[in-house]
């Protein structure tokens, strides 16, 4: 069984419209990341989240970025409204704890067109 | 800021052979995870280093941690061609909650 699992793993939007993008992660994990990684290009950090509050966020994760947690164990990234560079594979990452590797979904390839 | 440099970014090599890549960085970690990941797919945790001097092999797969130096270095032992993959070093910052900052990726080409 996967630590995590992701939807959708392909979502194609219009430009200015909002996304959500869901992570579950089975049990006993404590810290939550959101990366996402441009075609081709290195694997770069939006947020991380831990006792339900947003614990670090990069410049990448301005106003038009919110996560939440809203029942314990979904956590979803929401564009509000998408730009054509935020066309990128979105990746969640949960931890157990911080002596652990972080363990990736399968990744969400957002398209805004 | 924090620096985070794989080398080589691109490496062709025949099976058989041996080679080494390299992940520098710039600050003070004591953590630092290799990862592999297939196109189009997600990142497969290979190694998770967590002390200086740490050496971890799996098959022909072998990473070491040298944490005064700040490099980690990843070897392949007679390459397959199975092994072809982007490899990703990533270390851990604690005073950015331990996000993990990334190299840009080593993408490794073994021709049979």
């Known amino acids: 069984e996967p630590e995590v699992t992701q939807t959708p793993s392909h979502q194609v939007t219009q430009m200015g419209q909002e996304v959500i993008l869901r992570c579950v992660p089975i049990s006993n994990h404590l810290y939550f990341y959101w990366y996402r990684q441009i075609l081709g290009q290195k694997v770069e950090f939006l947020v991380s989240?831990?006792?339900?509050?947003?614990?670090?966020k990069s410049e990448i994760f301005d106003d038009q970025f919110s996560v939440e947690r809203p029942d314990g164990s979904n956590f979803t990234l929401k564009i509000r409204s998408t730009k054509l560079e935020d066309s990128a594979m979105y990746f969640c990452?949960?931890?157990?704890?911080?002596?652990?590797?972080?363990?990736f979904g399968q990744g969400t390839r957002l398209t805004v067109v | 800021e924090l620096k985070v440099e794989q080398n080589p970014l691109f490496l062709s090599m025949q099976e058989g052979k041996n080679y080494t890549i390299y992940c520098n960085y710039s600050?003070?970690?004591?953590?630092l995870y290799w990862y592999r990941q297939d196109p189009g797919k997600s990142l497969e945790s290979l190694f998770v280093l967590l002390s200086n001097g740490a050496v971890k092999q799996e098959g022909r797969l072998m990473a070491s941690l040298d944490t005064k130096a700040r490099l980690s270095t990843l070897h392949i032992t007679a390459a397959v061609h199975d092994l072809s993959a982007t490899y990703f070093c990533a270390v851990d910052i604690r005073s950015s909650n331990y996000q993990l900052i990334w190299g840009a990726g080593t993408k490794l080409i073994i021709k049979p």
């Open positions: 600050t003070t970690s004591d953590r």
């Open positions: 990452g949960v931890r157990r704890n911080l002596n652990t590797e972080a363990f």
């Open positions: 989240f831990y006792n339900n509050e947003i614990s670090e």
